[in-house]
């Protein structure tokens, strides 16, 4: 006889393993680094893989756009973020996480793909960062998890102000990505909370 699965805990804030999740995030980070040093190596050219709006021969730069950046500036600004809340996005186990990033990696690079403005390109991971901040400020309200909720005030709080980045207006900006990217981010939250209602009811 087989001992039953367990059960994924619903409403949690941290991952199940966090020394694991934590260096998965460094990982993840780490690449993020070693491709700005091939881009810097190539004599930025990589970075023009990224995506360029409405350009039907170069779709595949939804894949590739968060992996690039204009300079080392632009990837540091990008890695604390990128790190704490993709650390905790891992709440749900990696298979969640795995969906979730999909989910904004994709409808948010073909948002920008659709939007953006003529002969512009897109590079960032900051898509990815609006979205899981996003993800992680709505689903405690679409759980109803008083600790997922207390814990995107605090996220509110500390990082609330950078969401001001999916208006437009800021030269050199995708604010595209930074709105799409949210959105996507609010999507992936309501389908998780979703999922998870047969098993609470299952309890």
Known sequence: MTAP???RRIGRVLPPAPVRSALTM???????????VADVVSGQTLERNGIH??????????????????DWA???????????FG????????RQFVLVTATIWLLGGLGV?????????????SGLVFGWLAFLLTRGFFAGSGRQIALAVVLFLVWGGVLLG??????????????FGALAGVLAAWLVARADRP????R
Not at 26 to 35: C, K, P, Q, R, S
Not at 113 to 125: K, L, M, P, R
């Open 5 to 7: 699965a367990p059960r």
């Open 26 to 36: 460094v990982v993840l980070t780490a690449l993020l680094y070693v491709v700005e």
């Open 53 to 70: 709006p409405r350009d039907t021969g170069d779709l595949d730069g939804i894949l590739w756009s968060p992996l690039l950046h204009g």
């Open 74 to 84: 632009h990837l540091a600004a990008n890695t604390v973020p990128f790190l704490v």
């Open 87 to 94: 650390f905790l996005a891992m709440a749900g186990g990696v």
């Open 113 to 125: 793909w659709f939007t953006g403005g003529d002969g512009s390109y897109h590079i960032g991971a």
């Open 166 to 179: 999916v208006l437009p207006g800021q030269p050199g900006i995708s604010w595209q990505a930074h709105l």
């Open 199 to 202: 098993a609470v009811a299952a």
